[in-house]
Nanobody, 115 residues
Framework: QVQLVESGGGLVQAGGSLRLSCTASGTIFSINNMGWYRQAPGNQREWVATITSSGLTIYADSVKGRFVISRNNAKNSVYLQMNSLKPEDTAVYYC?????????WGQGTLVTVSS
């Protein structure tokens, strides 16, 4: 059974940085596309970034130039380096695994950016 576990969230001041991690188990990690999403209070979940199995990265306009998604297939992990954080980045961040019709979500990790 595929499981995803996120970590690395916390409280940070505006302008600061955080690095989120998501580790997968129960799958051949390297063949999956991995993504990060976030959900702020009262808002719908929104896509943040994706890294494909081949290493292609794409970003939402709201985080482009500030966030970097990466993966380490040897560690079954995907990362989200978040720089120049803003209060509007405050949300629960989720990683998502996609392979064909298969989707799995992690439990989320809370990021709070204070002004």
């Amino acid at each position: 059974q595929v499981q995803l576990v996120e970590s690395g969230g916390g409280l940070v001041q505006a302008g600061g940085s955080l690095r989120l991690s998501c580790t997968a188990s129960g799958t051949i990690f390297s063949i999956n596309n991995m993504g990060w999403y976030r959900q702020a209070p009262g808002n719908q979940r929104e896509w943040v970034a994706t890294i494909t199995s081949s290493g292609l990265t794409i970003y939402a306009d709201s985080v482009k130039g500030r966030f970097v998604i990466s993966r380490n297939n040897a560690k079954n992990s995907v990362y989200l380096q978040m720089n120049s954080l803003k209060p509007e980045d405050t949300a629960v961040y989720y990683c998502k695994l996609t392979r064909g019709n298969v989707e799995r979500w992690g439990q989320g990790t809370l990021v709070t950016v204070s002004s």
